[in-house]
C-alpha cells in the first residue's frame, strides 16, 4: 500500500492536468509515479523538464536504459526496475541485457551507472580511465551523472512513498 497516495487526473490541479494529460497521452496510460508527483507541482514539472531535456542527450535509449536499470538496481528501487525493464524490452534490450544492466554489467554506461550510484560520485581514478578507455568521453560521462541524477529522484520517491508498481510484466 502507497504511504504517499497518487492523485487522479480529476483531482489534479489546474497546473497538473495538462501535464498529467501528457504523460496518459504519450505512455498510454498515467503511471502511478506521475500521479504522485503530482501532489508537489514543482517536482513533477522538474522531473518532466528535465526528463524532456535528457531526451535530447547524445546517449542512446538502450544506453539510456542501462543507466536507468543499474540506478535503480543500486538504489534498491522496485517501481523503477519495472518501467525500466519495461522500458528497456520497448528500446531493444532483451531479458538478458536488463539483468545485465541492472548488476552494472551490460556496457560501460551501466557499469558507469552502478558505480556512480553506488559510491555516491566518488569514482577512483581507475574506475574514471576504464570508463575513458571504453570509449565515454567526458561529455557523456556529465551526461551519465545527469541521467543518474534524475533518476534517483524517482528511485527516492517512490522507495519513500512505496508507489504501486503499474507497469505489465515482461516475461
Sequence with gaps: MSRINAISLETATDATR???EGVKKKIGFLPNLFATLAKAPVALDTYVQA???LG???LSAKEKEAVYLATSQVNGCDYCLAAHTFFGSKAGLSAEDIVAARQ???NAYAALAYQLTESRGHLSDEQIAAVRAAGID???IIEVIAVVAVQTLTNYLNNVAMTEIDFPAIN
Design 18 to 20: 495538462p501535464v498529467l
Design 51 to 53: 526528463s524532456a531535456t
Design 56 to 58: 535530447k542527450s547524445s
Design 104 to 106: 552494472g554489467e551490460l
Design 138 to 140: 567526458d561529455s557523456k
